[in-house]
């Protein structure tokens, strides 16, 4: 572990005598819109807020959604690095699944017919992605359900508002995949328009670790393919109409578990997301309407001759639907002062079923289209800004559930510039998170469960130098939610049921930091450190599973000329608890991870890039008996006419 440390410390070190680009930002003060549902510089507003913007993304075009939202600060994606199709679990600051919220384009991604009502982010393909902005810390108050550690939101492509433009990307690596994508965009008058396909399909690996290396394992392939249409009609400078289609569609393989091949383990996932919205743009008032629907669909079939214990065929199938209908609004009361409030209805439902058949006859489960619930929220904030040198945001949110009643979360959130560089903030505020369909209807369902709750605390300090050449941002948080929804089994006669019972107290701190050496040379470093303890009845129990203690991510950047960008990384994830029925010993071992990309510009549009993953063939498990990425590579070709 020592000579671990030292090596890292002189990788850090000597990055900065080579190079870097911005895994963050490369723009240092950019402007943000999901600190407070308006459009902000950073450097204006008292919350952790990472974006990820599209020069980052280019730069890697050749790895997934989220292997990329995996390297920033706070964030670890469980599954991030194992075959594609793995169902990605976003662990932020700790918090356990589905403690954070997915907005797309700023609209919950809330899947009901999931246990815990997370998204799938294998559905979200790379080129269809403008920028990613995580937002850290409870944000139920202009979010809602779900914001307990953050959002991570994610913003697609517009309609092109230039002339006609298409875009295009061919690459090819490693395991036989290829992932293709073609989109044209522009405008015509008033009118605005994109469309778009992205593709990918791969021959894969064993999703099942072989620790013998000798039972010869099947691969399991995976096959994606994206549509994605976006309108625009600006009617006059105030007013404007946007309209977006995305239909999302991927399936593939997988094993019959830890350790266990399976040749006929399939799996199919749908998602279908339409939207449209109605926005107003005045001098002192930006008002906005939407209507967003959710159509989730996944089904697993399971044909092999064993398919765990004694069944000989399986098969799930899984719908939900969602329907959001919001408004909301800010208005500049005076130059230093700003409300926004809105109002959001949420309608989801789900039907489910499950089919098992083995020696001893079939086996089914089944979950109606009765299960279904509402919420109605309502909440404000009041920005105050400039003040001499102090800002501050508080608000609050009403939200009525038609089974488990009414909730409310508040925010409290100040911040002090110190000096023009340095600025001090704090952030006290509440979040929630809604018990799922499944926990509300199934047959361990609960129509008694309380929604969880928690309350946020967070301190920390910003440095932006005047010249934007560097920054540094370090804040500590302690998280405390109570309620927490769990699955109980009777000892006495094995019965079981969700209910509400433990308390989960977690706190860590982040460091990010970016400097910009030169014109040619950047260095981009985050540290995370969380740890937590669950507490029932005064017994306490360490239970962060699968999340890693301490994570280090650092990029470099270095463009000796207009046309080659060099960029090493290295990630280092520290130990961490195995899951609690996982196999192995209790703690799993620490691993480090070296990529490299090295792009080439051919043209002012249009380049060629290679992108050399897990450099040293490091042999790591992020979930015990399934395999993750050895060395690996994808090469490619951008293009723009």
Known sequence: ?????????????????????????????????????????????????????????????????????????????????NNLGTNPDVYLRGSGLGNTLILLDGVPMNDPSQINNTFDLNMISLGMVERVEILKGAQSTLWGSD?????????????????????????????????????????????SYRAAYDFTNSKGFSTAYDSTGKKNFDKDNFKQNNYQIALGYQFNQQWSLNTSHQFLKYKGGTDAGAFQDDA????????????IGLNYSGKSLQWHLSQTFL??????????????????????????????????????????LILISGLQYMHQQTSQSYLSISSFGPYT????????????????????????????????RINQHNIYGNNSTYTINPSFRINPSFKLFVNISSAYKIPSLYQLYSEYGNKGLSPEKSTNYELGIAFLDKKGRSSIRLAGFKRDIQDLIVFYTNPINFASQYINRDQQHD??????????????????????????EGENKGVKTKNLYRRPNFVLNTVLTYQPNAKLTLMPSLRYIGRRLKGMYDAGPTE???????????????????????????????????????????FNLMAGLTIGL
């Open 588 to 630: 799993m071992p620490a691993y480090t991870t070296f990529d490299l990309y090295v792009g080439w510009g051919l043209t002012k549009r249009s380049k060629c890039f290679i992108d050399l993953r897990n450099l040293t063939n490091q042999e790591y498990f992020d979930v015990v008996g399934y395999n993750s990425k050895r």
């Open 264 to 275: 006929d383990n399939v799996f199919e996932n749908k998602n279908n997301v339409q939207h």
């Open 1 to 81: 572990m020592k000579s671990t440390f030292l090596w890292l410390a002189a990788t850090i070190f000597s990055s900065q005598l080579i190079a870097q680009d911005s895994t963050s930002f490369r723009q240092l003060d950019q402007v943000i819109v999901t600190a407070n549902r308006l459009q902000q510089k950073q450097s204006s507003t008292g919350k952790m807020v990472t974006v990820i913007n599209q020069e980052t993304l280019q730069r890697n075009a050749g790895k997934n959604l989220s292997e990329i939202i995996n390297y920033q600060a706070g964030v670890f994606i469980n599954g991030a690095g």
């Open 507 to 532: 706190f860590g701190f982040e460091l990010e930091t970016h400097f910009k050496f030169s014109s040619k040379t950047d260095w981009v470093f985050n540290a995370t450190y969380v740890d937590g």
């Open 295 to 336: 159509k989730a669909g996944r089904i697993y079939t399971d044909d092999s001759a064993s398919v765990g214990g004694f069944a000989k065929y399986a098969r799930g199938e899984y719908n939900g639907n969602t329907s959001i209908t919001e408004t909301y609004g800010n208005i500049n009361l005076s130059k230093k």
């Open 147 to 191: 914001a307990v550690a953050g959002v991570i939101n994610i913003i697609t492509k517009k309609a092109g508002k230039n002339n006609q433009h298409i875009s295009s990307l061919l690459s090819y690596g490693s395991f036989q995949t290829f992932r293709g994508n073609l989109a044209i965009n522009g405008a015509v008058g008033k009118f």
């Open 365 to 396: 489960t089944a979950l109606g289209d009765s299960a279904k619930a509402n919420n109605l929220s309502w909440y404000n904030s009041i920005l105050l800004k400039e003040l001499g040198a102090f800002d501050l945001e508080a608000g609050f």
